[in-house]
């Protein structure tokens, strides 16, 4: 149980162009979703918070005009890196939870993203 | 500030020489402390929680344990299989979980 189902695995682009990155829920209904972004040899950093049918909640330092967060259903979020620069290039991992605070959360395989 | 500091940063071990890794945390009342494993290019995959001092849980060759101020992960006769990063994790406030640095573990044949 518990899976989370992330896509794409991989995505090359060119500089200047709009990714999406979809995170499914599979087997049970994500209330909270997280978004993170990690880089070689470093832990997780987390960029957003998101709710079903509210605003995402961003933390300090990270762009929310370049980096839109959705989540539309208790199944579904999506990161859209827009306008995508070189610098953007990194991992990305999305996670899901239940409804408690104090439920593990559990993490999609990730999303290498390079930008040329 | 709310803190989870993972020791050591990276622990090299030959197959079947047991070891622990170390999480020590400091966080305003402790809803639950969770230990993750994360292979390169994947997502973390969750392993254990833990809510109290004295718990205790395993997983084959994992062993999760809780005091009040840090939880241990021993392993037991590892085998090369079980080289990854290994993330704890504690929520601190609602669901804002703080990851530590992690420690990554390799198992030599």
């Known amino acids: 149980g518990a899976v989370v189902s992330q896509h794409p695995s991989w995505v090359i682009c060119k500089s200047g162009t709009s990714v999406k990155i979809e995170c499914r829920s599979l087997d049970f209904q994500a209330t909270t979703m997280f978004w993170y972004r990690q880089f070689p040899k470093q832990s997780l950093m987390l960029m957003a918070t998101?709710?079903?049918?509210?605003?995402?909640?961003?933390e300090q330092g990270v762009e929310k005009d370049k980096f839109l967060i959705n989540h539309a259903s208790l199944t579904l979020s999506t990161l859209t890196v827009t306008s995508a620069h070189p610098e953007d290039s990194s991992f990305y991992i999305c996670?899901?939870?239940?409804?408690?605070?104090?439920?593990?959360?559990?993490f999609g395989d990730g999303t290498r993203l390079s930008i040329l | 500030e709310d803190q989870v500091t993972q020791s050591p940063e990276a622990l090299r071990l030959q197959e079947g020489e047991s070891s622990s890794l170390n999480c020590s945390y400091t966080?305003?009342?402790?809803?639950?402390l969770f230990w993750y494993r994360q292979d390169p290019g994947k997502g973390p995959e969750f392993l254990f929680t833990?809510?109290?001092a004295g718990e205790e849980k395993e997983k084959e060759r994992l062993k999760a344990t809780l005091t009040k101020k840090e939880s241990f992960l021993h392993i037991t006769a590892p085998k090369p299989e079980d080289s990854a990063t290994y993330l704890c994790a504690v929520p601190p406030v609602l669901n804002d979980m703080r990851f530590g640095a992690g420690t990554r573990l390799t198992v030599k044949p």
């Open positions: 966080v305003s009342g402790l809803r639950g």
């Open positions: 833990l809510y109290s």
């Open positions: 998101s709710n079903e049918g509210s605003k995402a909640t961003y």
């Open positions: 996670s899901a939870s239940g409804q408690y605070s104090n439920q593990p959360q559990h």
